[in-house]
């Protein structure tokens, strides 16, 4: 079973920044990509960044050069660092895992999502 859990969300200013971060527990021992996804309210899920357990990253439209992912292979977590933040950065930060199963299948497993506020 695994699981994985966000933390690092909450209310920032207008310009400010924050760093979310996300921990996947359990048998993940097949760890490969692991990524952010933003949903702003009334909107699709939106891909924010994607890193490799090789750290090649991907980054979505949505960042705007502005947020950076990181990870780190031996505690199987990944970070979002997120910079010169904008009201419309107002979104529920979801982390994603992927985790290559029984007969190399990848899963996908989603945490419950963090809220990010941005108002002054």
């Known amino acids: 079973q695994v699981s994985v859990v966000e933390s690092g969300g909450g209310l920032a200013q207008p310009g400010g920044s924050l760093t979310l971060s996300c921990a996947v527990f359990?048998?993940?021992?097949?760890?490969?990509?692991m990524a952010w996804f933003g949903q702003r309210p009334g909107k699709e899920r939106e891909l924010v960044a994607r890193?490799?357990?090789?750290?090649?990253?991907t980054y979505g439209d949505y960042a705007q050069g502005r947020f950076t992912i990181s990870r780190d292979n031996a505690k199987n977590m990944a970070y979002l660092w997120m910079s010169g933040l904008k009201r419309e950065d107002t979104a529920v930060y979801y982390c994603?895992?992927?985790?290559?199963?029984?007969?190399?299948?990848?899963?996908?497993?989603w945490g419950q999502g963090t809220q990010v506020t941005v108002s002054s």
């Open positions: 359990g048998s993940a021992f097949n760890l490969e990509d």
């Open positions: 890193i490799t357990n090789g750290y090649a990253t």
């Open positions: 994603s895992a992927d985790v290559i199963g029984t007969g190399r299948v990848v899963n996908r497993y």
